[in-house]
DNA sequence: GTTAGCAGTCGAGAATATTGAGTGCTAAAC
DNA sequence: GTTTAGCACTCAATATTCTCGACTGCTAAC
């Protein structure tokens, strides 16, 4: 359907924009670009273009802006080359080496690596709980009142909580506890834990309820609980010329400022692949004049958290995917915390 | 040194500019409160009230807008009445009773509701470690490879990290720890834990590096770990009219988005009554057109965390501090977590 | 299919005019 | 001495007009 000349002037004139966020004129292209033909030539090209919905323009006069169909052929068809350089890499590796205490530690750490090379607004969520597989559950006595539930999954992902109590707990009470939730509970996912646990603990043990129902209720609360967020670089977002619209400006700070709609954000990718959503792509219209890239912290087929990116549409795709995917490839080699021990 | 009636003037412009954020003309305060004098009377007082440093003008023929002095005296003196509803209050008490797990936890609530009263953007961070002392100290065996180490502290801070290790552990050596530990830092401060802890665990234990190593690492990591920052209704603060101004608008971004900052903002205040920052008087010269307002989550003299508010320097002052006095009243009464049992 | 050339469009920015919300000051009234 | 009416003056904000020039689209020639 497109010519050669014209799938190159059409990715000249994205990255052109990207790169100064202004409209592109057919005379920029020819002076940058394309020395061996006239602007006359590349306006019947652009004109083409538009027909066909990948540009368009901001008023009658007005050099040419890629529409989201456009940044759409651009990250999909047109861009082919990696744009990571021989520094970027050797600070990434740097950066993620071992560092980490925990999971959720590594995935902060890839999370500001990559705003900070990016210079974008970048954000993560530690990994889903549910559908984890319980390795161990334990109960530690801290003090007579109060007991520590930590569980440990098979992703290596730690989880621990405070319960407290009325009355006085025995060591051997706990001794008790930690035998039947482990015999109950090692191997199953963490769902597990609910009502008819309640009924088996309470079956067996026929301890008060004083006790076992803290203890469940804390557990639950435990698995159910909400995922921190983890934001870096906002104000990266605010140098971009296209955020000196206060309206946009406003949009892009409530939009990181609602919990729930960073947690779709992060939730709508599935696959193990980088997803992209260009503007009206995003299922969630407040993201329609946003770009949002993400990408799986995971090894194998255990998800270890979510990293995106939250951007103007006018996004660097190139650097951006790039960047992503060798932090996505050295996040799967570095994988402390799956060995099994 | 100011007649009542001038003292009145002050407040009623303040409160104005508050109420509106525009300058306030002589004839809106004889309109809404002053219909005893003439227009021409306020604008004598307004002149006085400007050569002593408490109005300003925009312009050589615009109203009046309160100084950064004229706040302070707002504050200080004139403000006395409390301004705080009983739905407000009834909402507070609602969401403070009894439902935090930790002294974070509940810190991280009392934020929210800050925020959602006074409708600016309020911040919190939890209680400093240093100086806390030990009440208990516990490792628990995950796996062989995998241990826990728990500090329990006299506040009822629980502080909790992930040791791994290159060689499997026994439960004897775990209960070995465990007395050692106990033995030489019940009691004492949190600070204890350092280089010449792991000489004395050295030279008792008999350990091989591998274990001791890791293990004072991840302990000495655990008390200087960088406070964790709440940030609540950052958006609140987009919908103000002076952020308009682009200029203020990313300035209140980057402020927010810079950690050792907002440390700093929330350092600043020792007492354990409300701290009141207007503009200049910020340390920060980053914060000179904004005002800061913190007071300390504090049981008795320990502290618990420091919660606060940042907006313009035209806050409500006078909601902040009575929705923050009753808060911060409540959050001592509440007092679930310094119950020695 | 390509290109030179030119008319036409329209946003951006500068220059100017208009309005009206304020003040400060003066002189008279209290 | 304090208060007030009255009026001249100031100046930001807004609207209006003008000019400039960066573009395109189209036509006709190559």
Redesign the interface.
């Known amino acids: 359907m497109l010519d050669e000349r014209k799938r190159n002037i059409l990715k000249e004139i994205v990255d052109e924009y990207i790169a100064t966020a202004e409209p592109v004129s057919s005379a920029v292209i020819v002076e940058k670009y394309e020395s061996n033909i006239s602007s006359a030539t590349v306006r019947n090209d652009m004109a083409e273009l538009e027909k066909l919905g990948y540009l368009e323009k901001t008023h009658a006069s007005s050099g040419r802006v890629p529409s989201a169909k456009g940044y759409r052929m651009y990250v999909d068809e047109l861009l082919k080359d990696d744009n990571i350089s021989l520094e970027e890499i050797k600070y990434i590796q740097e950066k993620l080496e071992n560092k980490a205490?925990?999971i959720e530690e590594l995935t902060k750490i890839a999370t500001t690596t990559l705003s900070e090379i990016t210079h974008y607004t970048t954000v993560s969520v530690g990994p889903k709980t549910s559908g984890q597989i319980i390795?161990?559950i334990?109960f530690?006595l801290?003090?007579?009142?109060?007991l520590?539930g930590?569980i440990?999954t098979d992703t290596g992902l730690?989880k621990?909580?405070?319960i407290?109590f009325d009355e006085?707990i025995t060591a051997e009470q706990v001794d008790t506890l930690n035998y039947y939730f482990n015999n109950k509970l090692q191997g199953e996912p963490i769902e597990k834990i609910d009502a008819s646990l309640e009924e088996y603990i309470f079956r067996e043990l026929k301890y008060s309820v004083k006790i076992i129902r803290p203890i469940i209720e804390?557990m639950k609360?435990l698995i159910q609980e909400e995922e921190n967020i983890y934001l870096e670089?906002?104000?990266k977002s605010?140098e971009l010329p296209e955020f000196?619209s206060?309206e946009l400006?406003?949009n892009f700070?409530?939009i990181?400022?609602?919990k729930e709609l960073m947690l779709d954000i992060l939730n709508t990718g599935f696959a193990e692949d980088i997803q992209i959503y260009i503007g009206d792509e995003n299922d969630n219209k407040e993201l329609k004049d946003f770009s949002v890239v993400t990408f799986k912290h995971s090894v194998g087929d255990k998800d270890l958290g979510t990293i995106g990116i939250i951007g103007p549409k006018r996004m660097n795709y190139s650097k951006v995917i790039s960047v992503m995917k060798y932090i996505s490839k050295k996040l799967n080699e570095n994988d402390?915390f799956n060995k099994k021990?």
């Open positions: 205490d925990s390795e161990e334990k530690v801290l003090g007579n009142r109060m520590m930590i440990v730690v621990e909580t405070i407290k006085d804390q609360k670089g906002a104000n605010f000196k206060l400006a406003k700070v409530n990181l400022d609602t402390n021990d």
